[in-house]
């Protein structure tokens, strides 16, 4: 048995993938026998209890009492202690500057360290302000600080891998650890079938589930309109924001109306049923669909075929798949049409379907990342005995 610190910017009640995912872990290590403390930031709403695992609150996020806390109540527990940091610059405040917090891991060095990064520092653009290409250069020196302090680090997309192994250090690992769906997949055909009339009737459903940033809400902008013109298809926008993104969509394109629909925020449960509703999934990324996306997860773990896109952060492994329609990002008009010729054929629909279910289960189930961080942990202790 294992006990794992878990050190996240964020965890529920607080929104976001890296607290979905990070959840999702605590209760699958709990669940294979381990025991785990979750250090987060503080939160004005009711816990989000699980059995065994343990949420320890601090009193701000990541600032100076924050550390004092966390040294302190770490320095109790017997060692050698397992911490395990779920990485995010913007997660840990400061506006994503947050040296300290990197200091501070740099100065647990008699710790075993282990560093997901979920997301490795902001990018550089030449055609971005000034200051968001220091605060770039601030999150690289930020990444350097905490791979360097780590015994073993892990990336949610293997295009990271690189990077961070230049700044961890030779002989010390850097794995691939594919970030799983964060919505549990609820089997009712009823209950989804209900959930299809109500939005579609007998016409085609088409989704698309995520948080609706800027970014993906203007690919949505540029594919839904002839999308809906093309096929006849409803479309229905699941998650955080989703109804904002169904009254501009309206506002703008007055066709729309009574064609595209929004829920805004749901229960996970709730999420399922309308994701399984749907003939298939939208899902459009402006750096290209890659391991990292849990939108795509979603999709992908409910067998529901996806028409997404193509770019920078896209492994090979999506297209090699041959589970997903795939069209270049810089091209979004063209999800358009590749989603209204899907539509077209049920057979397709089916076979991709049961492409993209087959290659979660085989490469993204969250059964996969506990397998992969326990065998680890097996591993390094082996290595600690031997060297005893």
């Given at each position: ?11 529920p009640?607080?929104?976001g993938?890296?607290?979905?995912y990070t959840?999702?872990?605590a ?7 381990d ?30 009492r924050?550390?004092r806390?966390?040294t ?5 527990q017997?060692?050698?202690r ?6 995010v610059?913007?997660a840990?405040g400061w ?8 200091l501070?891991?740099?100065s647990?060095r008699q ?12 990018p ?5 302000s ?9 999150n690289?020196a ?22 961070v ?8 690992p ?12 609820v ?11 109500r939005?579609?009737?007998a016409?085609?459903?088409v989704?698309h ?13 540029a ?5 809906v ?8 926008l699941?998650g955080r ?5 169904q ?6 394109y ?6 595209v629909?929004?829920?805004g925020?749901?229960?996970?449960e709730s999420?399922?049923l ?7 999934m939208?899902?459009p990324?402006?750096?290209?669909v ?10 992908l ?18 297209e090699a ?15 358009a ?12 629909r ?16 969250m059964?996969?990342s ?9 591993e ?5 005995a031997?060297?005893?």
């Amino acid at each position: 048995m294992t006990d794992w610190h878990v050190i996240t910017g964020e965890y529920p009640p607080q929104p976001g993938g890296v607290s979905d995912y990070t959840r999702r872990l605590a209760r699958g290590l709990v669940d294979a026998g381990d025991r785990v403390d979750v250090w987060a930031p503080p939160v004005d709403q009711p816990e989000c209890a699980d059995p065994g695992v343990t949420v320890r609150r601090l009193p701000d996020r990541f600032g100076p009492r924050a550390l004092r806390r966390l040294t302190r109540e770490l320095d109790r527990q017997p060692a050698p202690r397992r911490l395990l940091v779920q990485y995010v610059p913007h997660a840990f405040g400061w506006k994503a500057a947050n040296v300290p917090f990197c200091l501070w891991l740099q100065s647990r060095r008699q710790d075993s360290i282990w560093v997901m990064f979920h997301e490795v520092a902001f990018p550089f653009d030449r055609h971005q302000s000034v200051s968001r290409n220091a605060l770039a250069l601030v999150n690289r020196a930020m990444a350097s600080i905490v791979a360097s302090s780590a015994e073993r680090a892990f990336v949610s997309i293997p295009g990271w891998r690189q990077m961070v192994q230049s700044m961890i250090g030779n002989g010390k690992p850097v794995e691939w650890l594919p970030v799983p769906s964060s919505i549990p997949v609820v089997r009712n055909p009823t209950a989804s079938a209900s959930v299809r009339a109500r939005y579609a009737g007998a016409q085609p459903l088409v989704g698309h589930f995520g948080t609706h940033g800027t970014a993906i809400r203007d690919m949505l902008d540029a594919s839904i309109p002839p999308l809906v013109d093309a096929s006849g298809c409803h479309v229905l926008l699941v998650g955080r924001r989703s109804d904002e993104t169904q009254r501009e969509l309206v506002a703008r394109y007055p066709r729309l109306d009574g064609r595209v629909h929004g829920t805004g925020v749901l229960p996970d449960e709730s999420v399922s049923l309308h994701v399984a509703a749907c003939d298939l999934m939208l899902q459009p990324y402006p750096d290209g669909v890659s391991s990292r996306r849990t939108s795509a997860m979603v999709a992908l773990s409910h067998g529901v075929p996806m028409v997404t896109t193509r770019g920078w952060l896209t492994e090979p492994l999506w297209e090699a798949s041959g589970a997903l329609e795939v069209v270049d990002a810089a091209d979004p008009a063209g999800l358009a049409t590749a989603a209204a010729r899907l539509l077209e054929s049920t057979a397709r629909r089916d076979a991709l379907g049961t492409r993209a279910r087959a290659l979660y289960l085989s490469r993204f189930d969250m059964l996969y990342s506990i397998r992969a961080l326990r065998d680890a942990d097996a591993e390094s202790r082996h290595l600690t005995a031997v060297q005893a």
